[in-house]
Structures are given as structure tokens and as C-alpha cells.
């Protein structure tokens, strides 16, 4: 059975950090695209970062109004995907997922191309 499990949430200051770790069971992540999503409260989730290997590239993709302030990584051995998230605003209060793709089918961007969900963790950004 196929596990992800995100932790490392919490409550922060604006202009504040936290790192997100989404450890993966029953499943390798190697070759793999592992994504993370977020929903803010009455708002539908949203696409925030994908990273892809292929063969050894390494290759990340992350929405325009966090790039510079959010990184996403991987420790395939570790079957682990973090994303590092800087300069924290309120407005990236939402509750953060990662995603799965095993199916290795459709756009990195669309829900629908995921195969496995974690349960989210709650990131709340105070003003």
C-alpha cells in the first residue's frame, strides 16, 4: 500500500521559514514525479511544485508567485521530497500536499495526473 505523509507544518510569522518533508512508503519515488499542492481555505487546491527525474537530470517546476521563495528537493533514498519554503506570506496560509505520480501520464500541473495523496499539513503564515 502506498503511503505519503507530509509533516514539518505549523503556525509562523510572516517573513518566516518552515520545510515541508513528504516521506513515501510503498512505493519508490525514484523516476518519479513527486508534486505539491495547497488549498487555501474556500479555494480550490492549487499546483505549487513538481520535481521529475530523468535518468540522472533532475528537473523542478514551481508556481510563479513562490518562485525565489520556495525550493523543492528530493532524497530518493531516503523516498523523501521537501519543499523549503522561504519569506513566508500570509497569503500562503493553506493546507499543503504532496502527490505521487506513478502512472507517469499527464501534466505535471493537473491533479488528475496523481496518483497518491498525503492527508496535508496545515501551514498558517500570521501577519
Known amino acids: 500500500q502506498v503511503q505519503l505523509v507530509e509533516s514539518g507544518g505549523g503556525l509562523v510569522e510572516a517573513g518566516g521559514s518552515l520545510r515541508l518533508s513528504c516521506a513515501t512508503s510503498?512505493?519508490?519515488?525514484?523516476?518519479?514525479?513527486v508534486g505539491w499542492f495547497r488549498q487555501a481555505p474556500g479555494k480550490a487546491r492549487e499546483f505549487v511544485a513538481a520535481?521529475?527525474?530523468?535518468?540522472?537530470?533532475?528537473?523542478?517546476y514551481t508556481k510563479d508567485s513562490v518562485r525565489g521563495r520556495f525550493t523543492i528537493s528530493r532524497d530518493d533514498a531516503k523516498n523523501t521530497v521537501y519543499l523549503q519554503m522561504n519569506v513566508l506570506k500570509p497569503e500562503d496560509t493553506a493546507v499543503y500536499y504532496c502527490?505521487?505520480?506513478?502512472?507517469?501520464?499527464?501534466?505535471?500541473?493537473?491533479?488528475?495526473?496523481?496518483?497518491?495523496w498525503g492527508q496535508g499539513t496545515q501551514v498558517t503564515v500570521s501577519s
Open positions: 502527490a505521487l505520480q506513478v502512472g507517469g501520464r499527464g501534466s505535471y500541473l493537473a491533479e488528475t495526473s496523481y496518483d497518491y
Open positions: 510503498g512505493s519508490t519515488i525514484s523516476s518519479r514525479t
Open positions: 520535481i521529475m527525474k530523468t535518468w540522472t537530470v533532475y528537473t523542478t
